[in-house]
């Protein structure tokens, strides 16, 4: 019973005292942080704070040289990417990394290589759903498409798989404001409808925090605040650093 | 005229062993980026195998099946390929994936050497014949200055390639291991992100590509009737210019770099000179290499910053 509990109560994803390192360089020196069951929660920071690196650090490329990452009460800090994407972790990473030379269906059955076959129709029937744009576009190939609808279909891609925890780095970027804003509708709406837990990496610090349950701040490869969205959104130093000339 | 169409039949005919070749060439080309220079003895030693096979084969059947016979050598020379193919992937390329670019090269290198000197010490450096199979020919005209014949082999090593062609370009695009293979190829770490097992991917592309050179090999056996421990490097080397031809790590290029360079060798044999066939197909090598490195058929190479 009380083990239940404990599973229930235990963070989704808790990272402790992880740091990372490009050759001899440190990009991040003791990061720590939780995604509870249920929630959004967003990473901000400046270019190059060490953000994707934390996103690619929790999927073991590159591992981690000292800390830990446990998924689901599992330590995966040492397993393999493929095994690591196997336990529901679905990301959409820095720069899309759409397939290219592959149809948008294409990219959503790689998405849903992991999954049962038995509900991939069913599965490509929902992401259409969200994003009726792929639809139009399925038989196109990934590399044709404008960057909106590769940032749709990375996102759609890590949904193919029903995850269970969802990471998205930099969905905003260099996107138009009025498809910002529906990718941001669409996440809040997974969030909220089915209860789908979310982990954002985001540089549109404004909407990133509106969105988002909890936030952490990073700076030079270390978190330097954390608080719920509203509070965050609410300090002078955030948005003298993250919100001016935004919004 | 009527020699022109011999030769066309014949080249098409060499030019189906080549692509087969090819295809291994390119396939692992495209998703790890390193020539495999042992390919060409891969198809070497499978063609021994195929003749091992045969003799073992027609005892236990004698002769009389002999459609039967060269089903089983077919399908029994791709599984042993692929299983001895395995371990020289396991044990000289995996080993060094992360390392310098040219270390799995010059392991390569290493491993066709190791490869031709095995066959030699154990086989013996003298070509080995066979008992000429599939010996009944057509003829297609008669009463000109020249007859010209379709041989019953040729419609087999024709007839066999497009089924396999045909086989394995369904398994390439339709079948889940062949959208993970084109995954790796295109984005190796984002295939990983999805759950995909990049080494093992990487390992079946490199069985699949030993299984057509196998195939291949059986088909020079059926072709030539001979083979030598000798044999990988030349038409290993042809099949690999094949691949540059058609641009390298593009499938349907390989195939028609394939075609191209039996072709031209077929006549240049004819109407020039025999002896010199070889300095034909690997002057087209050097060709393409200065003036299309990207081939006919691929993509050109985009630097990535």
Known sequence: MSEANAAVTDPMLRIRGVETYYGSIAALRGVDLDVNRGEIVTLIGANGAGKSTLMMTIFGDPRARAGSIVYDGVDITRLPTHEIARRKIAQSPEGRRIFPRMTVQENLQMGAALGDPAHFDKDLERVFGIFPRLKERRNQRGGTLSGGEQQMLAIARALMSRPQLLMLDEPSLGLAPLIVNQIFDVIGQLNREEGLTVFLVEQNAYHALKLAHRGYVMVNGQITMSGTGAELLSREDVRAAYLEGGH | ?305
């Open chain 2, 1 to 305: 005229m009527e020699n022109f169409l011999q030769q066309l039949i014949n080249g098409v005919t060499l030019g189906s062993i080549y692509g087969l070749i090819a295809i291994g060439y390119t396939m692992v080309y495209g998703i790890i980026g390193m020539i495999n220079f042992a390919h060409g003895d891969v198809f070497m030693v499978s063609a021994f195998i195929a003749m091992l096979l045969f003799l073992a084969v027609t005892a236990f059947l004698g002769v009389s099946s002999l459609f039967l016979a060269f089903f089983i050598i077919l399908i029994a020379g791709m599984i042993l390929t692929s299983l001895w193919s395995w371990t020289i992937e396991r044990i000289a390329y995996r080993p060094l994936r992360g390392s310098f670019r040219l270390a799995p090269l010059i392991s390569a290198i290493g491993m066709s050497i190791f490869l031709a000197n095995f066959v030699q010490v154990v086989q013996g450096p003298r070509n080995k014949p066979l008992p000429p199979m599939f010996n009944q020919v057509i003829q297609l005209t008669s009463g000109g200055e020249f007859d010209v014949t379709l041989a019953y082999k040729q419609i087999v090593i024709v007839a066999v390639t497009v089924v396999l062609l045909a086989v394995f370009w369904f398994v390439v695009q339709k079948t889940p291991l062949g959208r993970a293979q084109r995954a790796c190829e295109q984005d190796r770490k984002m295939a990983a992100l999805l759950g995909i097992n990049v080494d093992r991917t990487i390992s079946i592309t490199f069985i699949i590509g030993a299984a057509l050179a196998s195939v291949a090999g059986v088909l020079y056996l059926v072709n030539y009737g001979v083979v030598s421990f000798s044999d990988g490097f030349i038409p290993g080397v042809k099949a690999f210019t094949a691949a540059v031809l058609g641009g390298i790590g593009s499938i349907p290029g390989a195939v028609l770099g394939g075609l191209l360079i039996g072709l031209v060798e077929v006549l240049w044999s004819a109407y020039v000179s025999s002896d010199y066939k070889n300095v034909a197909a690997f002057s087209i090598l050097i060709i393409a290499l200065i003036f299309m490195p990207s081939g006919l058929l691929g993509k050109p190479e985009i630097e990535k910053v």
